[in-house]
């Protein structure tokens, strides 16, 4: 037997059986009922890197460091977002080159060193350097795993996967920041609360590297099947181009934008009304909450209900709850107030990640999710300076409205631009 003849059979051997597999791939939550619950759990530990930060860390900077500008404060969420958001666009890009579950491992590898950073930083450049670790932590295994689900579930339920996805994402978000908050509250700033989230990233990096399998079999399964529309090109026409998916954008970026704020100012709004750590941390908790948990509904409502209606709504009510923040200081007014935020942001979430897998192929899915990720995780960095600046300018009352009327101008651009789907 020859050389040639003896390649040639191997590489029949290696594509009957590559084709094997793909026929025995099924898509469905209910086929996949067991991976998509160990990704489901994987994103609760991502989120909760998140929640590590979100309600002690403007004391944080003031307490340890001595920052008190906004705008230096609002600075770390600004590295983050900024890294989170080109994170997105290549883990979407490479997603298909090097695989799922290997860029889901490298995000948790560049996780580990982030709470030690904090614990030991000597500077606020140190913190700002952890902080761009974790926003490309989180753009790596946050994109990994919606990725994945969507690839395992197929068309039908894709907005009932995305609202598992983001409900366990942001639940987590939400009990991490409370738990901190008391932590901060009893034991002090630093370091204990960040211990949590060097436990929270080993035990996620463990997860993923015993228990997520690559979901890209799922792919080439469903694209054989798929009449989907080609975009011919996929960056522009998600971000621009195409009425619908470029509504879907900015709206994902406004969104994370008034998120942004929300992050840095709602702590600083809090204390300087004179509520204590723990009072502040449930307020700062409910929002995230409800959004986590409420997306267990809104994400079964995006396969069957009309997702620009769920859009406009979720966006108008985001808005009108970010103008009313400043002028209460009730603590149960501002808890329904935070309960509204998180209702409307979960009314959007799991539709806007619906409705580009719905409008694109699935060979260009997750570049296509990956642009979405980009411009709505630069609203993070964007929300963050635009905000901070005009805090230190005008104060915080202003920079809060400011934000409040640019989310209510997106519901608006939602309505009349784009087509319904």
């Known amino acids: ?16 059986r590559m084709n094997n597999r793909q026929q025995s791939v099924q898509l469905g939550l209910k086929e996949n009922w067991k991976q998509f619950t160990v990704l489901v759990i994987v994103n609760a530990f991502v989120g909760a890197m998140i929640g590590m930060e979100r309600t002690i860390f403007p004391q944080f900077a003031e307490i340890t460091f001595g920052v008190a500008s906004k705008t230096a404060i609002l600075s770390f969420i600004t590295a983050f977002g900024l890294t989170k958001a080109f994170a997105n666009y290549y883990t979407g890009r490479l997603a298909n080159r090097i695989g799922r579950k290997n ?5 948790w590898l560049i996780a580990l060193p982030v709470p030690l950073l904090l614990i030991y930083a000597p500077s606020w450049n140190w913190v700002i350097f952890a902080n761009m670790l974790l926003g490309l932590s989180q753009g790596l295994t946050w994109s990994s795993t919606v990725v994945m689900k969507i690839d395992l579930v197929g068309e039908k339920n894709r907005g009932l996967a995305m609202g598992l996805n983001e409900f366990a994402g942001y639940l987590a978000v939400g009990l991490m920041a409370l738990l901190t908050g008391v932590v901060a509250e009893n034991y002090g700033i630093t370091p204990y609360p960040f211990y949590l989230g060097l436990a929270v990233a080993a035990i996620g990096l463990l997860l993923s590297l015993f228990w997520v399998r690559d979901t890209r079999t799922h792919v080439h399964s469903e694209s054989n099947a798929s009449n ?10 998600t971000t621009l181009k195409n009425k619908a998916l470029s509504s879907v954008t900015q709206a994902g970026l406004i969104n994370n934008l008034n998120d942004g704020m929300i992050w840095g100012l709602l702590p600083i709004l809090l204390l300087s009304a004179g509520f204590n750590h723990e009072r502040a941390g449930i307020i700062t908790a409910i929002y995230p909450t409800v959004w986590g948990m409420g997306q267990l509904v809104t994400g079964k409502m995006a396969d069957h209900f009309d997702k620009k209606r769920m859009l406009f709504w979720g966006m108008l009510i985001q808005g009108l709850a970010i103008v009313a923040l400043p002028f209460q200081l009730d603590f149960y007014l501002l808890a329904l107030i935070a309960a509204l935020l998180g209702l409307g942001t979960a009314m959007v979430y799991p539709t806007f990640l619906t409705t580009i897998a719905q409008l694109t192929n699935p060979v260009q899915r997750a570049e296509s999710i990956g642009t979405f990720r980009l411009w709505r995780d630069l609203g993070y960095a964007f929300g963050a300076i635009l905000s901070g600046l005009t805090a230190d300018a005008f104060g915080l009352t202003a920079a809060i409205l400011l934000i409040g009327i640019l989310t209510i101008a997106s519901s608006l651009i939602i309505q009349f631009r784009m087509p319904r789907v």
């Open 1 to 16: 037997m020859t050389d040639v003849t003896v390649r040639s059979n191997i590489h029949s051997y290696l594509w009957n």
């Open 228 to 237: 989907g529309p080609y975009l011919k090109q996929v960056f522009w026409e």
């Open 103 to 107: 860029l889901l491992v490298i995000g």
